[in-house]
């Protein structure tokens, strides 16, 4: 499981950079790609410039690919593999499954955040979660207050996305009908929402140049929660998740349901182990960020 946007923090794949001499090498070449020091910001920051959509995503995918390097390195591979990420990490997902090389993968979501910056920049948008509701009461209020439904987390998480004021008068609207845990999140834009529409529609030209394989195991669609194979369908497949909702639980029951016996969140922190977790605590997890981790 590969991290997505929100996950990044200073520090992060430092370790790795120090203890490997490939992964040195892979943020070596995604500094020659990229044109600026990914391996700085990455490392040292500022926060600031880090959390920027432009430098987070790029950042999470060659932290994600490196973990994933290392493990393949290790052999610690399994009978039945399965990738799945969550957002820009579907991208992650896609490379370590074979449908792209590293490179490859590495400039597709360097474009994204791009892409998404610069929609961001054009409209004033904003998200919010929505803790303990049932999918139906929360689509309710997305359809009255004109939002939309941008993540399916977990039973009992989902996100909205939208106009800031949209969103804003949905959650006062909520706590009048008695919804309670309602976070609104430090974002830059309404991600997963007609607001990314601009984005979407740039991402979509620049993908039909860009080589694409069927990937060699198996890896997982936040649009539909199912698995994707051939390379026009994972093309479309990105590009509708840039305006589409995340359905991050039913990826995860579907690997589930493929096979998987075993969890691994690549990325900082935990949180898609969090996640797991509350979807079925029966389900071991692990969750590996740096090199300490790896021999655990």
């Known amino acids: ?8 923090k200073v520090g992060m794949g430092q370790s790795l950079f120090e203890q490997s001499t490939s992964v040195r090498a892979l943020y070596d070449t995604a500094d020659r790609v990229l044109g600026w020091s990914l391996t700085k910001v990455s490392f040292e920051g500022p926060a600031e410039e880090l959390v920027q959509t432009g430098v987070c995503q790029p950042a999470l995918f060659v932290h994600g690919y490196a973990l994933f390097q290392l493990l393949e390195e290790a052999g610690r591979t399994a009978d039945v593999e399965i990738a799945l ?9 896609l490379a370590a499954g074979g449908a792209f ?6 400039r597709v979501v360097a474009e994204r955040g791009r892409l998404m910056h610069e929609a961001c920049e054009q409209t004033s948008g904003t998200m919010a979660s929505i803790i303990g509701e049932e999918v139906g009461a929360v689509e309710a209020l997305c359809a009255e207050f004109d939002i939309q439904v941008a993540n399916l987390n977990c039973p ?3 996100v909205v996305s939208g106009e800031k004021d949209k969103v804003e008068a949905a959650l006062a609207g909520a706590k009048a009908r008695g919804i309670r845990r309602l976070m609104p999140l430090n974002v830059a834009g309404a991600y997963h929402s007609r607001l990314m529409e601009p984005a979407r529609a740039a991402f979509e030209r620049f993908l039909q140049q860009v080589p694409v394989r069927a990937p060699r195991i198996s890896v997982l669609t936040n649009t539909t ?3 994707v ?9 990105l590009v509708r998740q840039v305006v589409s909702p995340v359905l991050w639980e039913s990826c995860m029951r579907e690997a589930a ?4 016996t075993q969890f691994l969140e690549l990325g900082p922190g935990n949180v898609l182990a969090s996640l797991a977790r509350r979807t079925d605590k ?4 692990q969750s590996l960020a740096e090199f300490a981790d790896l021999a655990a």
Do not use: C, H, N, Y
């Open 282 to 285: 029966s389900w071991p997890v």
């Open 85 to 93: 990420g969550l957002s820009l990490g579907e991208v992650t997902a």
């Open 229 to 237: 194979a051939e390379p026009d369908e994972i093309r479309g497949a």
């Open 225 to 227: 929660g199912k698995t």
């Open 1 to 8: 499981m590969f991290s997505g946007q929100g996950a990044q």
């Open 257 to 260: 349901a493929l096979g998987a």
């Open 156 to 158: 009992g998480q989902i």
């Open 101 to 106: 090389d590293f490179e490859t993968g590495l």
